[in-house]
C-alpha cells in the first residue's frame, strides 16, 4: 500500500540550529500539505502546494520557516533558526482532491 | 471562515460501552466534515467523512457519524467500545467542492481512554 514518506522521524536540535525535514507524498498525489501539531493539540496547516505551486502559506512564519516543492514530487520544510517554540510534531499529507488526507507518521522536532 | 469545536478534551468510557465524541462546526458555506484518528506517534487517518447524500456515514472499525445541518454538529459514534479504539480523534471541515484550494481546519482533538 502506498504510503506517505517523512523523515526523520526523530530530531532533536538546539535552539538557533537550522532543521530540515523531507516529505515523498504517494505518487500521483499532486496536493501536499505540511501541518505543525503541538503536544495537545490539532494539527495546523502551515503549507499548501499543489503541484510546485503554493495555495496557502498564510500561516507558515516566514521569518524563520521555508518550503519548497521543486518538482511538484517531494518536497523541503526547513526551519533556521529554530526556536524552543518550534518543538512539535511536523505531519505531511498528501491528496488526490478528493478530500482525503494521506498522512504520513510525522517527524518530532526536540529543540533544546 | 470555517471552525472545529470538539466538545471535551478527554472522554473515557468502559469497553462495550457506548462511544460519543462530539463535533460542531461553523462554516458560511456547505461544509465536508471529516473525522480523523490518530494512535500514539503515528500520523492521522480517515475513519470517514461526509460530502454529500445520506447524513448518516459508516465508516471503518464499526464507527459512524450523523451531519445534521440544523445543529451545525457532526457527531462520531460507536455502539460498543473496544480496547483498540484508545487514541486521539480529531473532526475537522473543508468547504464543499473538491479543489486544489480546499484547505481542512482540524479541530483540537479528544483523547479516548477504554476503561476494562
Known amino acids: 500500500e502506498a504510503e506517505v514518506a517523512q523523515s526523520p522521524r526523530y530530531k532533536i536540535t538546539e535552539k538557533s540550529q537550522a532543521v530540515a525535514f523531507w516529505c515523498d507524498p504517494i505518487s500521483g498525489h499532486a496536493t501536499l500539505y505540511w501541518y505543525r501539531q503541538i503536544l495537545g493539540q490539532g494539527p495546523e496547516l502551515l503549507v499548501q502546494f499543489q503541484d510546485e505551486s503554493v495555495v496557502d502559506d498564510s500561516q507558515l512564519p516566514k521569518d524563520r520557516f521555508s518550503a519548497e516543492r521543486l518538482k511538484g514530487v517531494d518536497s523541503t520544510l526547513k526551519i533556521q533558526p529554530a526556536e524552543l517554540g518550534d518543538s512539535a510534531m511536523y505531519l505531511c499529507a498528501s491528496s488526490l482532491n478528493t478530500g482525503e488526507l494521506f498522512f504520513g507518521e510525522g517527524s518530532r522536532l526536540t529543540v533544546l | 471562515a470555517q471552525s472545529v469545536t470538539q466538545l471535551g478534551s478527554h472522554v473515557s468510557v468502559s469497553e462495550g460501552a457506548l462511544v460519543l465524541l462530539r463535533c460542531n462546526y461553523s462554516s458560511s458555506v456547505p461544509p465536508y466534515l471529516f473525522w480523523y484518528v490518530q494512535y500514539p506517534n503515528q500520523g492521522l487517518q480517515l475513519l470517514l467523512k461526509?460530502?454529500?447524500?445520506?447524513?448518516l456515514v459508516k465508516g471503518i472499525n464499526g464507527f459512524e457519524a450523523e451531519f445534521k445541518k440544523s445543529e451545525t454538529s457532526f457527531h462520531l459514534t460507536k455502539p460498543s467500545a473496544h480496547m483498540s479504539d484508545a487514541a486521539e480523534y480529531f473532526c475537522a471541515v473543508s468547504r464543499a467542492g473538491y479543489s486544489s484550494a480546499s484547505k481542512i481546519i482540524f479541530g483540537s482533538g479528544t483523547r479516548l481512554s477504554i476503561r476494562p
Open positions: 461526509y460530502t454529500t447524500g445520506a447524513t
